[in-house]
């Protein structure tokens, strides 16, 4: 199948092609990039130009959020900490791109160990979103999604623990999808917290989307909660007719924006005409799923992030003393504000006296949201909402106040509660900013959302709309 990531290679030879795209981020605003791999890429499309090699992606150019471990480029989560840090060896995904012909063009910008909605709290700056470089990107993954918005990657992968894939591809008109939990292999994947995040491609098409999942998908045995893959390219373009469609009805109302919720129902009336049925829905526990999110995120981040203390690897400030000054003056030099709190209100959390009352009751309200999810896409097929609840805000607006940011989420972090599968795709336009719609399916049901994703959108054309980046 000719995806649209093929049809750009085709056109001319991958040497130009990547020189093009270099080009464009060295004269970009957007701030996408935190490292580029520039000789070593133009150098593997020269060989490929010569004599190319098979593969799903062969000769593809491919951005990788500054999370993701690669071998030989610097790796540094957008904090201060790991500057300098040179992984010796990659990750699962990248050695699944690598076998697949695929070239690592660099490493985007992030929210400092993915903590955020906004990649303002990268210590490289903020990126910018393509649509409007006084707004954000959206985050964790906001410098993959503004790159493949803007022009200068055909595609990326980033990580999603609470949306950090969906909600940057809704800020920025593309596609972001977060696999169900343990389909794409977490090792290499710096952690923030581990039973949350999955890796997961942000892509221009649905159908690109599918031909990345379908290379780093599968079972690795070293990562032990990785499964099996499935086939996501083959049936992505069947028909949708018979689809049962649940809308829950918490998702909309109070606190979303209405240009938002309007393009949402024009979008479930586009999924009526192609065949499919829809009902409400609940999911009564969502009222708790912030609360509980941010509890079991904060906490597994606080045990994660003890391994950094600038003695094996990153940053070392100045003269050693004792082990407890020095691991104290390289954190508190090292981390930035948020990643600090989010530490701090995690240990608390886990703390004497405070484990069952915060920790254990976030992992039971968990069960309970995971039940609604299970309960209900048991009589529906796909769930549909908003990604997120407005469009893109302008940078500086709300990073001062973290409940707001924190709110921002509200729609996609019961997904990462419950380890269910979601897309996110554009489904329409705020003034000039685009709106995501949120597909959600059942485990490991990526072929059927992917089939339903695909359908809206050849039915409408709000993906076909570029963003003039300044």
Request: proline share 5%; glycine share 10%.
């Amino acid at each position: 199948m000719l995806t649209g990531l093929k049809r750009d290679l085709a056109s001319g030879s991958a040497e130009e092609y990547l020189e093009c795209l270099f080009e464009r981020i060295e004269k970009s605003k957007l701030n996408a990039f935190n490292a580029l791999s520039k000789e070593a890429a133009l150098e593997k499309a020269r060989k490929f130009d010569r004599s190319p090699w098979g593969g799903l992606l062969a000769g593809i150019p491919i951005a990788i959020k500054d999370g993701i471990s690669t071998k030989g480029i610097e790796t540094t989560c957008s904090s201060s900490i790991l500057r300098g840090y040179v992984p010796p060896y990659d990750a699962h995904v990248i050695e699944r791109l690598k076998a697949e012909g695929a070239i690592i063009m660099g490493k985007t910008n992030m929210d400092e160990f993915a903590m955020g909605t906004s990649t303002e709290t990268s210590c490289f700056g903020p990126s910018r979103n393509p649509w409007d470089v006084d707004r954000v990107p959206g985050g964790s993954s906001g410098g993959s999604a503004a790159a493949v918005a803007g022009g200068e990657a055909p595609c990326a992968l980033g990580s999603d623990t609470g949306g950090s894939v969906r909600c940057p591809a809704s800020f920025c008109g593309i596609v972001g999808l977060k696999p169900t939990y343990g389909l794409v292999s977490r090792y290499g994947l710096i952690s923030y917290a581990n039973s949350l995040e999955q890796i997961g491609p942000l892509t221009r098409s649905v159908e690109d989307s599918a031909l990345l999942l379908e290379v780093i998908s599968g079972h690795d045995p070293r990562d032990s909660t990785s499964a099996e893959k499935g086939q996501y390219l083959s049936g992505v373009r069947d028909e949708i007719s018979g689809l049962r469609l649940g809308v829950p009805r918490e998702y909309f109302g109070e606190g979303v924006d209405p240009a938002v919720e309007k393009s949402v129902w024009d979008a479930i009336s586009v999924l009526e005409e192609l065949g499919a049925s829809w009902r409400e829905v609940s999911l009564p526990h969502t009222k708790y799923a912030l609360a509980a999110y941010y509890i079991i995120a904060m906490s597994e981040a606080s045990s994660n992030l003890a391994r950094f203390d600038g003695l094996r690897y990153g940053r070392r400030t100045g003269e050693d003393r004792d082990w407890h000054t020095t691991f104290s003056k390289v954190r508190s030099a090292g981390f930035g504000k948020e990643t600090k709190r989010r530490i701090l209100l995690g240990t608390y959390a886990l703390s004497a006296g405070y484990y069952g009352r915060y920790y254990l009751k976030a992992l039971q309200v968990r069960t309970l949201i995971k039940q609604d999810f299970e309960r209900t896409l048991a009589d529906v097929d796909l769930l549909v909402s908003p990604t997120m609840p407005f469009p893109a805000f302008r940078i500086g607006e709300r990073i001062d106040d973290p409940l707001s940011l924190y709110m921002a989420d509200v729609f996609t972090v019961p997904i990462n509660l419950a380890g269910v599968p979601a897309i996110s795709l554009p489904c329409g336009f705020a003034g000039h900013l685009p709106i995501g719609l949120q597909l959600i399916g059942r485990h490991f049901e990526e072929d059927l959302l992917l089939r339903a994703a695909r359908s809206f959108e050849e039915a409408t054309p709000h993906h076909l709309r570029m963003p003039e980046v300044a």
